[in-house]
């Protein structure tokens, strides 16, 4: 496995793991998260892993007066190789060295395997509002 930034080339093999990555959460009544990659590779930092030369996952980190992660997904045929780990450990180091003492991001309430991975990596829950969970970890 392989990680890199994301180029505008990837958006089409992004956007499909996307959509893989989701679709068994569907019936939760997510927002539109394939939609606009072509927009955060070019506006956000981006980066995509990939395995055998194929996109497999990819991760979307967002800067305002915190960092964000808005976006993590691992396409389920490369479920349990680690892919999710090293895309937020890339996105964490990224914060860290742009000058950021904490990362957030938030997931759906009904998703307790998601959530179950933040809290096993050391992320902690800062707050709830209606669906959504939120979560912090410091860069330290």
Known sequence: MSVRRASARD???LTACIV???EPFQSLGLPPVAEGIVDDIRDHS???AEVAGEVCGGIVLTYTDHAHIANVAVHPDAGGQGIG???VDQACAAA???GYAAI???THVDMAATQAFYRRSGWVEAGRDGKKIY???GLD
């Open 85 to 87: 780990k090293v895309l």
């Open 96 to 98: 860290r060295e742009a």
């Open 11 to 13: 958006a089409e093999a």
């Open 135 to 137: 979560f912090t970890k």
């Open 20 to 22: 893989a990555a989701y």
């Open 104 to 106: 957030h991001l938030a």
């Open 46 to 48: 981006v980066w995509v």
